[in-house]
């Protein structure tokens, strides 16, 4: 068993942070086989970036395929897949300037107040994803209507490095995504969601760094993007599934029941 | 406590006196508006906003817009334990401005695998997050319920009405103690026996003499006549001096546990046997596992200076090692014991193709969906399933037999084999079916203390944990020995096994012949890296102890444990009590002062026979006796309501709900209910529940991340790990005195 791959997540994290920020490239390895529904990745991340109700940055699709006995599940964790060319930017842009950006590392930027100003660019942003990973915080809370608004939703939160607080107004109105944990990145943390996966699926680094641990995925396993042939160039790369019979890699029909 | 939480209890306090009384009838929701009950964010926001203000002075001084996360900081985490499941995974929780606002996995724990070195600086390891599952990190959610109960309630209507007054903690304390007239003022009126009422047997020394003979009375080695004359001038404390064998009436309090573990197990035994002298302290267990502990400790128990002992309730597959595993009526990804540390050892074998695996279960689960082959089982039917892949194994031969053959410890350390069966050892066949093993003395062929195996054809005497003269016996023999029939234990399995057709059993089970021989094929091919795990699937049905013992059995027939890839007991804990020399030195059980003896059937018969008791009349008992098991949840208040084998006068009910957990629990909510069968119900706990909502008086208890405990490791975890639970925040209770000390109210403060 490969030991302990999150320490050494976290060197190949520490190794990049020395380089200035053109030098990294971002990328997220997901192995499927390893991903077994549980769902942390998304309570973590929900957590972590303070995601109201009808909002999660990440989701574990899940289906139900073929009948009983042959009957069998499939979880397919998303996100914002990052692309290199990223459909929802140019659909924003043209509407609203500047309202979605993409670093030099790769990360895909929202920008709250814009995109709540200009509900068209968020509308037209949302709609140009292919991955269905853009969502809308609608301003709730989820103990609206308790007694008390608990102090877990009211808090202080941090993204794009930025201190944000929903109570004071932010991100509210406007749409949101994964940001690769930006913030906790640049403090030398990976993303919320790889550290708390208990199947051990989630895999993050410098695409950049020849020695990095997803570097070496990357070179060893069979990876897939989802929706390769749109050209979207995602940075989310998935390994798995391509020695099972009843899911194809290629046309993952199983896929199609979430992502109309 | 640090200076800082003595400003937040301060303003607790504060915040609490601003309350409103509450008015007579007051409902549930009209008291959680007046803030009775706190979800604790209004006293956070005070101080969350002097926060804020230091935070925006660095700013201006010119540092960055957010400076270092918080969150990746020292001095953000607090590492604690969590308990939202029993597995009980170390947690990490980290902390802003005085909230718990996310709670990931401790990497130095176990769950990271491996664990952070030790020597890692506290500055690096808080940047490192571990896993844990998501029941785990949605504390935060349970932590801050906005219907957290943080002050004492009082029913101010008819039972489970939810109307509710807030009243002192040591008002609360006096009338439950003291009794009386306690709902006049609700129009019930009738005289409600207080604990001091019912506790009426206070003298350590008469409580142990009475026990004594109590017991002689039982076994009908003394008679009433003779007991009553030797204590005709403490009858009165007796709850029928006709039985003394029920106990004092001191028994009639009964004290439910749902989730209670070590931290508070010591205390809670303490003042229920020690202190209040009450027999009626009764765990979850029946509800939970207990039918598949026994069958393991009975499976592992050893014959030992003329006894059975020593047997492990649990054991695991070692996973990181094993080439193949059937999870029998659990997985590694649901409940278990538990996930966090147990998926990412399948994952990765699944990844690697180390690893296939099997589950058998009713439901298609998660945990089927990574599975080479998922078997549904009709469910209750899991012996016939394992006896099947027992006949087949039989019949193809695919079992360990050099394993099987050794009789005793010394056979095995020849064979190179860390353990041995009792596969060749004969058992005495009566009438109605295999009854005890047989004894070298029941053939004239040596002590008793020794068993008999057939060995070249000769009866042969060996004592199991002989270390020097190696026995192996016959492995399938039946016969007739000095007039006694008598089979080997191997030879009473493969009947079992064989008294059904491949095609039968699989018509029982519902899983087809094929698959069935394809998995026992599979399972057998790996010498020892299999393994079969099982837990509360197979367990949790009335044949729940046989169909873990058919599944056992199917690892004793490839010998596997303690073997690499096999099953494994775990890494186990070092005990609360200290260990080796000192253990007794903090056992509080043991150092209690005035300690009273506890006696008396317990009001679920768990531990006593009914033929063993003067309540004997005849068959059926009125309710079931259980001699051989403890802690039968679903039995306590059925029988408190039956009055059999005695009415109680008081109930204490901890965090578990006997309403939702325990079966028909609709009839255990209408005996809540009831104020005649029940005549005085407190509970502790941290909202109303389903069941606590009947109580008569509601004391809010700290949440697991505000208080301390020291749970045990799973089975699962290879190495020896003790736990230590520490808050991570200030309590949300109210801040009470006892014995003139401020504390914030939890279940510790009720032993006043």
């Known amino acids: ?260 | 406590m640090t200076e800082k939480d003595k400003e937040v209890t301060c303003k607790l306090d504060e915040y609490l006196d601003t309350l409103p009384e509450p008015e007579q009838g007051m409902t549930r929701r009209t008291l959680l508006k007046s803030g009775a009950l706190l979800g604790g964010s209004a006293l956070l926001m005070s101080q969350m906003e002097g926060a804020f203000s230091l935070l925006r002075s660095a700013e201006a001084a010119g540092g960055s817009a957010t400076g270092e996360y918080p969150l990746s900081k020292a001095t953000s985490v607090i590492y604690s334990v969590c308990l939202q499941c029993h597995t009980a995974c170390p947690i990490k929780v980290k902390i802003l401005n005085g909230v718990a606002v996310k709670i990931d996995g401790n990497p130095y724990s176990e769950n990271m695998i491996p664990n952070l070195n030790y020597a890692t600086p506290v500055a690096r390891a808080a940047k490192i997050d571990a896993k844990v599952c998501p029941k785990g990190q949605a504390g935060v959610q349970s932590l801050y319920d906005p219907y957290r109960i943080v002050k004492v309630l009082k029913r101010n209507g008819p039972r489970g009405a939810n109307k509710w007054k807030v009243i002192p903690f040591n008002t609360a304390v006096d009338e439950i103690v003291n009794g009386g007239e306690l709902f006049a003022s609700i129009g019930e009126n009738r005289h409600v026996a207080g604990l001091k009422e019912i506790r009426v047997m206070n003298d350590p020394k008469l409580s142990a003499d009475m026990a004594k003979d109590a017991k002689q009375v039982a076994e009908g080695k003394m008679k009433v006549a003779e007991y009553k004359a030797r204590y005709s001038a403490h009858l009165d404390l007796l709850i029928d001096p006709e039985h003394p064998d029920l106990g004092p009436r001191n028994n009639q309090l009964l004290s439910m546990w749902g989730r209670i573990e070590h931290g508070r197990i010591e205390l809670g035994k303490r003042f229920m046997y020690g202190g209040f002298g009450s027999q009626n302290l009764i765990e979850h267990t029946s509800i939970c596992e207990q039918s598949h502990h026994i069958a393991y400790k009975e499976a592992t128990n050893q014959y030992k200076d003329g006894k059975w002992s020593g047997g492990i309730t649990h054991m695991k597959p070692d996973s990181f090692n094993s080439e193949f595993i059937i999870f029998f009526g659990t997985g590694f990804v649901e409940a278990n014991f538990g996930p966090p540390c147990m998926a990412e050892k399948v994952t990765d074998g699944l990844a690697s193709g180390r690893l296939k695996v099997v589950v058998i279960d009713p439901r298609m689960s998660k945990s089927a969906s990574r599975a080479w082959k998922w078997l549904p089982v009709k469910p209750s039917t899991d012996a016939a399933l394992a006896l099947a892949m027992v006949r087949w194994m039989m019949e193809n031969k695919r079992y360990d037999e050099k394993y099987l053959l050794n009789a005793n410890k010394a056979a095995a350390k020849a064979g190179g084999e860390p353990t041995w069966s009792n596969a060749t050892h004969l058992v005495k066949i009566e009438k109605d079916g295999p009854g005890a093993l047989l004894r070298a003395s029941d053939i004239e062929l040596g002590d008793k203390d020794s068993f008999v195996v057939i060995a070249g054809g000769n009866p042969t005497a060996v004592k199991a944990d002989d270390d020097k003269n190696a026995v192996t016996g016959d492995l399938d023999y039946s016969g007739e020995l000095k007039g006694i029939k008598v089979k080997t234990a191997f030879t009473i399995l493969k009947e079992e096994a064989f008294s059904k057709s491949m095609a039968e059993w699989s018509e029982i089970t519902g899983i087809p012949v094929k698959d069935i021989e394809e998995v026992t094929r599979e399972f057998t091919a790996h010498g020892k890296k299999a393994a079969v795990e099982f837990y509360r699937g197979p367990v949790q049905h009335t044949n729940g102890y046989y169909n873990a013992q058919a599944i056992i059995a199917l690892n004793i027939l490839i010998g596997n444990t303690d073997h690499k890839g096999g099953m494994s007991i775990g890494g186990g804990h070092w005990h609360e009590y200290a260990s080796g020399k000192n253990k007794e030195q903090f056992n509080h059980e043991k150092t209690q002062p005035n300690k009273l003896t506890a006696f008396g059937h317990k009001i679920t018969r768990e531990g006593s026979h009914y033929e063993k008791s003067t309540l004997y009349n005849g068959y059926p008992a009125k309710r079931p006796w259980l001699p051989f098991t403890s802690n039968v949840y679903q039995e306590a208040l059925p029988s408190a309501a039956d009055g059999y084998p005695y009415g109680i006068k008081a109930l204490w009910l901890h965090m578990g709900s006997p309403g939702l957990a325990a079966p028909a629990g609709h009839t255990a909510l209408q005996i809540l209910a009831d104020v005649n069968k029940i005549p005085l119900f407190f509970a502790t706990d941290i909202v109303l529940g389903e069941s606590s909502m009947y109580a008569d008086y509601v004391f809010p208890d700290t949440a697991i991340w505000e208080r301390f405990g020291n749970p045990h490791a799973s089975p699962d975890i290879p190495l020896a790990v003790s736990k230590f639970r520490q808050p991570v925040i200030t309590p949300l209770t109210e801040v009470v005195t006892v014995y003139g000390e401020k504390t914030h109210c939890s279940y510790e403060c009720h032993r006043r």
């Open chain 1, 1 to 260: 068993m490969a030991l302990n791959e999150i320490v050494r997540m976290h060197e190949d994290l520490e190794r990049s942070l020395k380089k200035p920020v053109a030098k990294r490239s971002w990328i997220m390895v997901i192995d499927i086989r390893k991903c077994v529904g549980d769902h942390a990745c998304a309570v973590s991340c929900m957590a972590e970036n303070v995601c109201p109700p009808g909002t999660s940055y990440r989701k574990v699709f899940e289906t139900e395929y073929k009948s009983f006995p042959e009957l069998d599940r499939f979880f397919m964790p998303a996100n914002c897949q990052h692309c290199d060319n990223p459909p929802c930017m140019k659909a924003a842009n043209s509407m609203g300037k500047g309202a979605i950006q993409k670093r030099p590392d790769g990360i895909v930027v929202f920008d709250y107040a814009k995109l709540a100003k200009s509900k068209k660019a968020a509308e037209a942003a949302k709609k140009a994803c292919p991955y269905y990973s853009i969502v809308e915080d609608k301003g709730g809370f989820y103990t609206d209507g308790t007694p008390v608004l608990e102090p877990y939703e009211i808090r202080d939160f941090y993204e794009y490095d930025k201190k944000l607080n929903r109570k004071k107004g932010d991100a509210r109105g406007s749409i949101r995504k994964c940001t690769f944990c930006l913030h906790r990145l640049e403090s030398g943390m990976l993303p919320a969601c790889v550290g708390t996966c208990i199947g051990r699926a989630m895999y993050f680094g410098d695409k950049n760094d020849p020695v990095s641990l997803v570097s070496e995925l990357l070179k060893k396993e069979k990876t897939w993007n989802f929706k390769a042939g749109l050209g979207t160039n995602p940075r989310v790369h998935y390994i798995g599934y391509e020695d099972r019979t009843k899911i194809s890699v290629a046309t993952p029909a199983s896929c199609a029941a979430c992502h109309q």
